[in-house]
């Protein structure tokens, strides 16, 4: 009996994407998720966990995969999470994000950019021209792409990781995953 190969990541990390930790980590996990979920609020404390127990030998990354259906504000979160980061605070903003997931109304999100200390009108106008939506969407298709269909979702070394996102659950993952080449 074979076992059918895991979904692999698609496309794989690039420049493009938000990655903390250095490229030659031994270990890359990526997460899909969105910020109006609960789900995700919760992983990301646990994502901060590894990251402070793994060090160097850890590379994150986040990519958006907004479920506007059951979540209206997160398509309009992840676009300001991008808006934070064309002025290099995109992993403050989805902290704040995340944080505050129960208040992200338009008005809460230039709240949000004001804590951070953002060009505020650069900020607003980008939200109102939807500047970062192509972006947004371009993760939302490689989640598609990568088998994707809830958030949060994983991934350690371009490999999907179908447990689930407790600290025990990522970090057996990962010791079954190995290191990356």
């Not at 947004?136 to 350690?156: I, K």
Request: charged content about 25%; some cysteine; hydrophobic content about 40%.
């Amino acid at each position: 009996m074979s076992t059918a190969p895991k979904p692999a990541l698609k496309p794989p990390l690039s420049e493009r994407d938000h990655i903390k930790g250095p490229a030659e980590a031994q270990i890359e996990l990526v997460e899909y998720g969105d910020f109006e979920c609960p789900h995700c609020g919760r992983a990301a404390l646990v994502v901060n966990q590894l990251t402070e127990e793994m060090g160097d030998r850890l590379r994150f990354a986040f990519r958006h995969f907004p479920l506007s259906k059951m979540h209206p504000h997160a398509r309009l979160a992840a676009q300001a999470a991008e808006a934070a980061g064309a002025q290099g605070k995109f992993w403050e903003m989805h902290d704040l994000l995340f944080a505050n997931a129960s208040a992200l109304e338009p008005q809460n999100l230039v709240e949000y950019a004001t804590l951070l200390e953002l060009d505020i009108a650069r900020f607003e106008s980008e939200l109102a021209a939807e500047t970062y939506t192509g972006r947004v969407q371009e993760d939302v298709a490689s989640g598609v792409r990568s088998g994707v269909n809830g958030t949060p979702t994983f991934f350690v070394n371009g490999k999907r990781h179908n447990g689930g996102y407790t600290i025990e659950s990522l970090q057996e993952g990962i010791a079954m995953a190995g290191t990356r080449e």
